[in-house]
Nanobody, 119 residues
Framework: QVQLVESGGGLVQAGGSLRLSCAAS????????MGWFRQPPGKEREFVAR????????YYADSVKGRFTISRDNAKNTVYLQMNSLKPEDTAVYYC????????????WGQGTQVTVSS
């Protein structure tokens, strides 16, 4: 079965950087999009970024554009989220997700990794 396992979260000061990883397994992901979402404390989950596995095209939420970069390593079946210039409002549980490009929703989700940005 499909498994998505996030890692790389932690505590960082404002202005710092973190790189999240999402190790994907259980199938080939050509034809899929991979997304990062986050859920801040007391708020709903929100979209952060996504990448099309085969084409590599990317899309970002306005709140992270210019600071975050999503990428993938086909050989390692891993998706990354490089987060720079972190702000306290980036504090959230970050989730990796996978879904078919032809569908709007995401079918598979990881367990999440906590990112805390201190001021």
């Amino acid at each position: 079965q499909v498994q998505l396992v996030e890692s790389g979260g932690g505590l960082v000061q404002a202005g710092g950087s973190l790189r999240l990883s999402c190790a994907a397994s259980g199938r080939t992901f050509s034809g899929y999009k991979m997304g990062w979402f986050r859920q801040p404390p007391g708020k709903e989950r929100e979209f952060v970024a996504r990448i099309r596995w085969s084409a590599g095209s990317t899309y970002y939420a306005d709140s992270v554009k210019g600071r975050f970069t999503i990428s993938r390593d086909n050989a390692k079946n891993t998706v990354y989220l490089q987060m720079n210039s972190l702000k306290p409002e980036d504090t959230a549980v970050y989730y990796c997700a996978a879904g078919l490009i032809v569908k709007s929703e995401y079918d598979y989700w990881g367990q999440g990794t906590q990112v805390t940005v201190s001021s």
